[in-house]
């Protein structure tokens, strides 16, 4: 078991199984955690209670863990998603753009293309969004309403004369501070959907806070 006492020099490797019948059988069910760690200077630190210490905060997500990707954003972590990406696509992604891979499917995650991936535990968006935050530990990076739940992109800062004509009347009356999406243009205020939002922000916050280890 590997302690920060031990100072050897580990190299990366690579090791090569061949299966023969099911992977599920061999991964079992249910629990089984599998992480995969980038070679080289990323190869990841021991500490005393994780095994990663890996500073990515990029993501992409597989088409199964949508809700996820929406709290990720939320909290204004980016996450590329596309409901309907094959596994190809999300390899590419991930491969392009340098994030780190997301999906339960543990026979992606294994791929050997696959630098840094984690496969979420729980089946419960909210938990899931916990375990992320601490696995690449994101705390200092949340800064929640910054990016577009739709399309991922930055949000910024627009003034109200810049956006009133695409403004519902009663929104004309009731706002002055919005933010625009500067991929997709949606525009964003406080309004009714603000406080649905606040309440997530707010249990993820309770969960983060709680003393169970997700
Ligand atoms: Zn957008």
Not at 35 to 51: A, C, D, H, T
Request: glycine share 6%.
């Amino acid at each position: 078991m590997p302690t920060r006492a031990l100072s050897i020099d580990l190299k990366p490797f690579s090791v090569r199984l061949h299966f023969h019948g099911d992977l599920d059988f061999f991964l079992g069910a249910g629990d089984a955690e599998i992480e995969v760690y980038p070679p080289g200077k990323q190869y990841p630190n021991f500490s005393e209670k994780r095994l990663q210490i890996i500073r990515i905060s990029r993501f992409v997500t597989d088409g199964h863990l949508g809700k996820l990707t929406r709290n990720l954003r939320l909290l204004g972590l980016d996450v590329a998603y596309h409901p309907l990406a094959t596994d190809r696509q999300l390899l590419d992604v991930m491969e392009r753009e340098n994030r780190a891979l997301l999906t339960r499917d543990r026979r992606l995650l294994m791929h050997a293309i696959v630098k840094t991936g984690y496969c979420p535990r729980s089946q419960n968006p909210d938990e899931q969004t916990i375990e992320v935050i601490r696995r690449f530990d994101l705390f200092t990076l949340i800064v929640p309403f910054t990016r577009c739940l739709r399309c991922n992109a930055p949000l910024q800062r627009v003034a109200k004369t810049d956006i009133i004509a695409k403004l519902e009347p009663l929104t004309k009356v009731y706002y002055q501070e919005f933010r625009r999406c500067t991929g997709c243009a949606q525009i964003y205020w406080a309004g009714s959907h603000f406080e649905k939002l606040q309440n997530r922000i707010g249990v993820i916050h309770s969960l983060l806070m709680g003393k169970s280890d997700v």
